[in-house]
């Protein structure tokens, strides 16, 4: 058992020497990343500070925008055609894609699972194949302190208003008005939170 956790522990060692290096060499700053293993970046991005990228997360293209104290966590894909922006203070969970235009503010929460993508396929030419018809692209808003749970899509053209939550499993086609509960599929309001207007 003990040698079990000193290979643990050199291993952890081993990735965050790795980590202040790259994140001196990518931006002469050790700490203002730090990678997990097999971090790949692609295109224009820029960063904040305080940043985390676990394991074998990717993220590519241009226009990409992450600012301080965001936690992105395992096996996460973010692709950017036009721009992607994720706010202060975020996190996003293993496993969830954010592709094309998609503004994320701060201090949301997105669970493992989940799939944004703000484009669209144009299909509706039966004579001519659904890839030729090329992508529309509208874009996705989240707002400030929205919780996405697990395994939730989000469709191209919604906003996701203030202080919102969607539930587990759910479908987002329609934009969601603040501090809303939405769940099913499609998602369709179950509550209301209760806040203080400021």
């Known amino acids: 058992m003990n ?4 290979e643990n522990k050199l291993v952890e060692l081993k990735i965050e020497l790795l980590s202040l290096i790259r994140s001196f060499f990518l931006f002469g ?8 293993r ?7 991005i820029r960063f904040g500070n305080d940043v985390t990228i676990q394991d074998y997360s990717r993220i590519r293209g241009r226009n990409i925008e992450i600012q301080d104290h965001v936690f992105i966590h395992e096996n996460v894909f973010i692709r950017s055609a036009v721009t992607v922006q994720i706010g202060r203070g975020t996190t996003i969970n293993r496993n969830t894609c954010i592709l094309d235009h998609v503004i994320i503010g701060n201090d949301c929460s997105i669970a493992p699972n989940c799939v944004i993508v703000g ?3 144009q299909f509706m030419d039966g004579s001519k194949t659904i890839k030729s018809q090329g992508s529309e692209i509208v874009g996705i808003v989240i707002e400030d302190d929205v919780w996405i749970a697990a395994n939730v899509t989000v469709l191209d053209g919604v906003t996701i208003g203030k202080g919102s939550v969607v539930a587990a499993g759910a479908v987002v086609t329609k934009s969601v008005l603040p501090y809303t509960i939405v769940g099913g599929v499609p998602a369709k309001e179950i509550s209301k939170r209760n806040h203080v207007l400021v």
């Not at 040698?3 to 000193?6: G, M, Q, V, W, Y």
């Not at 700053?29 to 997990?36: C, D, S």
């Open 3 to 6: 040698n079990i956790r000193f």
């Open 29 to 36: 700053n050790p700490k203002k990343v730090r990678f997990g």
């Open 38 to 44: 097999r971090v790949r970046l692609t295109g224009k």
């Open 119 to 121: 484009s669209n396929h």
